[in-house]
């Protein structure tokens, strides 16, 4: 299952890559927003991420205008590690190394062809389990265990 959620400026891009998970009858829960009508991305963010980090979902993909904004909050929800990418090296390198739970994209920096491209390679690649990735991985959670 796969958590989805925006605010106006990416409810357009979200829309797209709907169509494309249902064309590869792939399973999501849409936290909203619903609409083209101004929000706060903070709260989409919120909602999608407790989804991811309490199992709900296994993967989330999260759209505002640049990407930017919907990942710095999702990065606060404990256990969330989005990544905002617009390259495709990066988003399958930060399933791979990273581990990242969710994909933020910007509805205002990439095409929705570009965007199923990066949804697709982050959603089909695996965390590669190397020692010293989730190594890493632990050290990010340690800094959270830190505040
Ligand atoms: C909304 O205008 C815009 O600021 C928001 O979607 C996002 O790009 C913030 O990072």
């Given amino acids: 299952m796969i958590a989805l959620g925006c605010d106006h400026a990416g409810f357009e891009l979200k829309q797209a890559i709907i169509k494309h998970l249902d064309e590869r009858k792939i399973e999501y829960k849409d936290y909203g927003t619903y609409s083209e009508d101004s929000v706060d991305y903070a709260v989409y963010a919120e909602k999608t991420a407790r989804a991811v980090a309490n199992g709900e979902c296994e993967l989330?993909?999260?759209?505002?205008?640049?990407?930017?904004g919907i990942s710095m909050a999702a990065n606060k929800v404990r256990g969330i590690r989005a990544a905002c990418c617009s390259d495709l090296f990066s988003?399958?390198?930060?399933?791979?190394?990273?581990?990242?739970?969710?994909?933020?994209?910007?509805?205002r920096v990439v095409s929705p062809e570009k965007a199923t491209e990066l949804v697709d390679i982050f959603l089909d690649t695996p965390f590669s389990g190397e020692e010293r990735h989730a190594r890493r991985i632990a050290q990010i959670?340690?800094?959270?265990?830190r505040n």
């Fill in 60 to 68: 989330g993909l999260l759209f505002c205008g640049t990407g930017v």
């Fill in 91 to 107: 988003a399958e390198m930060t399933r791979r190394h990273n581990d990242a739970n969710i994909l933020c994209l910007g509805g």
């Fill in 141 to 145: 959670a340690d800094i959270e265990n």
